[in-house]
């Protein structure tokens, strides 16, 4: 486990950074890179553990050695019940696994470095902010995103209906004037409710309109093109896209 062990993150922005990186590592093992991950976890190989480190990579590997152990550890044996499930359970309990060990870690840090009341409370607030790796893998982040969407639309259109008679000829003015932009600016709300605030299906960061988006047209999850390593260009060629997770999704006995 080369991941940089040494480093020891001091304040709460240095400890919620270090989550984040271990997060994207473990994240990307659970999808863009999921096959090498499932091949990693022989069940013919001893105890193995899913490690992620802050400069967001991961690693499968044997537990530490000394004892007690420098961090808190991961889950142990995770590659023992990878035949005797169905792999998305399998991956889904690997996922839950991972979300208990980042939490682990992170407030490891926190006991170790002191922090009081607030600083803890302000912490788990801003982990709390992000998917659970469980959430991500399981596509349930983009569930909860849709449903949060549709009540803030709903709540928005009773207030839009409430301002529309005073801003009416406004509006009108507006539409005579730019019809052709009008039309332009549908397209990008259409597309910005298509997105919402969806996440990330391979980091599980929220959808940001200035960057590039691809979304699998197999289990329907969005996903940063340089996540997935697609341009733009390369999207232009792609008649069905599918995402690494699926692509790689192959029938287990």
């Known amino acids: 486990m080369d991941g940089g062990a040494a480093y020891n993150p001091r304040t709460v922005e240095e ?10 590592g473990m994240i990307k093992a659970l999808t863009t890179d999921v096959e090498e991950f499932y091949q990693q976890c022989d069940p013919e190989k001893e105890n193995l553990s899913l490690y992620g480190f802050p400069s967001e990579q991961w690693e499968v590997n044997l537990p530490a050695e000394e004892v007690p152990p420098e961090l808190p550890e991961p889950a142990l044996g995770i590659n023992f019940a990878r035949d005797g499930m169905q792999e998305k359970d399998w991956l889904s309990l690997v996922a839950v696994h991972s979300d208990a060990w980042l939490l682990s870690v992170a407030f490891y840090f926190g006991a170790r470095f002191g922090f009081d009341k607030a600083d803890r409370k302000r912490l788990f607030n801003m982990i709390s902010d992000l998917p659970t790796i469980f959430e ?118």
């Open 15 to 24: 400890v919620f950074r270090d989550f984040k990186g271990r997060r994207a």
């Open 136 to 253: 991500v893998v399981t596509g349930t982040a983009k569930k909860q995103v849709k449903e949060k969407s549709s009540v803030s639309n709903h709540s928005s259109n009773k207030s839009k209906s409430n301002s529309k008679r005073g801003s009416e000829s406004q509006v009108k003015y507006t539409k005579g004037i730019q019809s052709k932009d009008e039309d332009e600016e549908g397209l990008e709300e259409e597309d910005e409710d298509e997105h919402g605030d969806a996440c990330c299906g391979a980091c599980g960061e929220n959808y940001a309109a200035d960057e590039f988006w691809i979304c699998c047209d197999i289990c329907e999850k969005w996903f940063h093109g340089k996540c997935v390593k697609i341009t733009p260009a390369r999207a232009e060629h792609i008649k069905q896209y599918k995402c690494p997770s699926c692509t790689n999704k192959r029938a287990r006995p």
